[in-house]
């Protein structure tokens, strides 16, 4: 019998040897990197000592009834030094008056800086942060948008708490807020499946993104850094890529006590909410090679896992059972680690809908990123 005749039986089972390599990385992912964060114990910094004071910066674009909504609770945190600088970038809406009238309100806590629409230069967001960085008097800067809204009054304390131990960042999670329907479960997945990601890979001191939703640093790290130069010809990245570039083992610190969170409104359409991963997108490619690397690794595995599961059940239909094995087991493992996770972030409704959510995910990130990483940005935001 030649070696061609010996090997011929076993071709057929190699989507099972494909399948096997696949769920092997899968369940490294899931039980090395997140398995960090769900066995993390949480912490408080509201108590920590000294409590330095600290200047919050938020940006804002025809924000005027988010200003309205969401800035009090900003401005009447429990913080014994603090300032707020609102950077009111071209506003063409009522924001500017809204925030004079706040002015009157807070006039030892609210800084506003004005930028004036010029019909030769056009800038991003970037410089709309740059600019509340040189107008902040503090060192530690706390970053978070107009459409968001502090989870408690000891907020500051939390994220400004987080500054120990010389960190010059300190990531924060941002949810949003839990709304009816497939979107909005959708929404919160796939950003409490990216808090899970750059959280554990922080505490694996291998930091690699933040959200500007909830973030902060200091003003030295910025001007050492020499702040957004790096990335300035793309709209999007003041959050993710400053960290990207920045960090480094030993001067990031995570905070996620209930205290610290930061809600956001979520997209409500399929369209902006497409628009808005198509801008993430756009930044990821600037990342650094290893973190794009092993990004990449863990989203291209997960669909090919999916893919390698229905190839086996198509191709070797009798043995059915071997596919669907791998599938509960690693389904059975995700549900073990996220239910600890998402018991800390505060979504364990979304653990009924994992199966459904997990699928979904992948390939809608997927598609979305091969239509969008090299695709020119034109919003603000």
């Given at each position: ?44 910094f ?7 004071p ?5 940006c804002a ?40 009238d ?28 740059t ?14 948008d ?14 400004a ?10 990531l ?25 990601s ?34 300035m ?110 018991r ?21 990130i ?16």
């Amino acid at each position: 019998m030649t070696l061609l005749e010996q090997v011929t039986p076993f071709i057929s089972f190699i989507p099972f040897g494909i399948l096997g390599i696949l769920l092997f990385i899968q369940l490294y992912y899931l039980i090395f990197v997140y398995g960090k964060l769900a066995g993390y114990r949480v912490k408080s910094f509201q108590e920590a000592t000294p409590q330095p004071p600290v200047s919050v910066i938020i940006c804002a674009h025809n924000e005027q009834e988010n200003i309205k909504t969401f800035l009090p609770g900003i401005l009447e945190q429990e913080y014994p030094d603090f300032q707020v600088v609102v950077v009111n970038d071209c506003s063409t809406d009522d924001t500017e008056w809204i925030l004079q009238d706040f002015l009157r309100q807070y006039p030892d806590k609210l800084k506003v800086v004005q930028i004036q629409e010029h019909v030769q230069l056009k800038h991003t967001k970037k410089f709309a942060v740059t600019l509340g960085i040189k107008a902040a008097k503090h060192e530690y800067l706390v970053f978070t948008d107009a459409d968001c809204q502090p989870n408690s009054k000891l907020w500051l304390a939390e994220m400004a708490g987080a500054f120990t131990e010389d960190k010059e960042i300190v990531l924060g999670y941002s949810p949003y807020f839990r709304h009816r329907g497939f979107l909005n479960r959708l929404i919160r997945f796939e950003t409490t499946h990216t808090a899970m990601s750059y959280l554990a890979y922080a505490l694996k001191k291998n930091a690699y993104m933040g959200v500007g939703r909830n973030l902060a640093y200091t003003k030295s790290l910025f001007f050492k850094g020499k702040g957004f130069n790096k990335h300035m010809h793309i709209k999007s990245g003041d959050d993710d890529l400053f960290v990207n570039h920045n960090a480094t083992r030993s001067n990031v610190n995570i905070a996620i006590h209930p205290d610290s969170f930061m809600h956001s409104v979520p997209k409500d359409t399929w369209k902006s909410y497409y628009k808005q991963k198509a801008r993430h997108s756009g930044a990821s490619v600037l990342y650094k090679s290893r973190h794009k690397r092993m990004l990449a690794t863990q989203l291209v595995t997960a669909v090919l896992f999916y893919l390698a599961l229905l190839a086996s059940i198509l191709l070797l239909p009798s043995f059915w059972y071997v596919p669907l094995a791998a599938y509960l087991l690693r389904l059975l493992v995700q549900y073990i680690i996220f239910s600890n996770i998402y018991r800390k972030l505060e979504v364990r409704d979304l653990l009924l809908w994992l199966p459904f959510l997990d699928l979904f995910y992948y390939f809608y990130i997927c598609i979305n990123g091969l239509f969008n990483r090299k695709k020119k940005q034109t919003s603000w935001k």
